[in-house]
């Protein structure tokens, strides 16, 4: 059975820092593109990064500059590091793991809710 279990998430300020964590279990993480999308209250779920096998990656305009993502395969693990959170990052972020880092892929974590606000 495939889970992505996403860790991280909470409250923080406007500017602040914040470390997004995805263990992956029951697949072979590392032949996989991984990566995160997000959704706000009353928008559509949306790409933030991605991650190939090969170190490929794929981020939305919007984080670019300020978020990077990294995978750790040894530990089945993928991460996103943000920078200069903004109010508009508020969302809850979703792991994702599929074929691609250009769209999304059939396996999905719970989400773990990030809130930037002061």
Known sequence: ??????????????GGSLRLSCAA???RSSIYAMGWYRQ????????VAKIS?????????????????SRDNA??????????LKPEDTAVYYCNAGSTIY????YWG??????VSS
């Not at 009353?42 to 790409?47: C, D, F, S």
């Not at 530990?75 to 200069?84: A, E, F, G, H, W």
């Not at 719970?110 to 809130?115: A, Q, R, Y």
């Open 40 to 47: 706000a209250p009353g928008t559509q779920r949306e790409l």
């Open 1 to 14: 059975q495939v889970q992505l279990v996403e860790s991280g998430g909470g409250l923080v300020q406007p």
């Open 75 to 84: 530990k089945n693990t993928v991460y996103l590091q943000m920078n200069s």
């Open 103 to 106: 769209s999304a892929g059939a």
């Open 110 to 115: 719970k989400g773990t809710l990030v809130t």
């Open 53 to 69: 096998s090969g170190q490929s990656t794929n981020f939305a305009d919007s984080v670019k500059g300020r978020f990077t993502i």
């Open 25 to 27: 279990s029951g697949i």
